[in-house]
């Protein structure tokens, strides 16, 4: 079956754009998760979605990040004022249980 | 908080050598620990897994034992091949369908 899908897979910004990144998680997940990748470290959780319940936005690195879940599918991430610091690769996975799938991932770099 | 350390490397060995990749933790409570593999190009994928303590996750070839008395969860295969190099990533979580924490990832390079 289909697996998660991310778009777009690379996105290059000026600094001070916002951008918008998006998620289809496997049909059935009901958990979706956004993670960031920077260059030579290891990944970094940002916010977590189950079902209807409040997301976990704990990993929010500020309040230029914000992310939407619609029901139990599509999910975007946004960036406001995009820094470049945040040129990451950032992971979108979706689960069912207690395993992760994840896509592969949007290439962000930030001018 | 809860924090996964794992040998970073870049690691280089040659084919059918012995690998063990490291792995601790630091957690309240019990976790379900994991071992991701990023394949060159591809998309983060789990290895295995394991959920309770001394249960043992396997999987082409890999093996990893839950250890709660020493807090560690090492990766380790009897005879790696160049289709093994890849980043492999220790990671945890609390309650099954909560936010993995990762270690750092290690790169490991399998030559021929």
């Known amino acids: 079956g289909a697996g998660v899908s991310q778009s777009p897979s690379n996105k290059v910004t000026e600094k001070g754009k916002d951008v918008e990144l998006r998620c289809d998680p496997i049909?059935?997940?009901?958990?979706l998760y956004w993670y960031r990748q920077r260059l030579g470290q290891g990944l970094e959780f940002l916010i977590y979605f189950q079902g209807n319940s409040a997301p976990d936005k704990s990993g929010l690195p500020s309040d230029r990040f914000s992310a939407e879940r619609t029901g139990e599918s599509v999910s975007t991430l946004t960036i406001q004022r995009t820094q470049q610091e945040d040129s990451a690769v950032y992971l979108c996975?979706?689960?069912?249980?207690?395993?992760?799938?994840f896509g592969p991932g949007t290439r962000l770099t930030v001018l | 908080g809860d924090s996964v350390t794992q040998m970073e490397g870049p690691v280089t060995l040659s084919e059918e050598a012995f690998l063990t990749i490291n792995c601790t933790y630091t957690?309240?409570?019990?976790?379900?620990l994991f071992w991701y593999v990023q394949y060159p190009g591809e998309g983060l994928q789990l290895l295995l897994k394991?959920?309770?303590?001394?249960d043992k996750g396997s999987n082409k070839g890999f093996e990893a034992t839950y250890r709660k008395e020493t807090t560690s969860f090492h990766l380790e295969k009897g005879s790696v091949q160049v289709s093994d190099s890849a980043v492999y990533f220790c990671a945890l979580s609390m309650s099954g369908s909560e936010k993995l924490v990762f270690g750092k990832g290690m790169k490991l390079t399998v030559n021929p």
């Open positions: 049909s059935g997940h009901t958990a």
């Open positions: 957690a309240t409570g019990y976790p379900s």
């Open positions: 996975a979706s689960a069912y249980t207690d395993t992760q799938y």
């Open positions: 394991a959920t309770k303590a001394d």
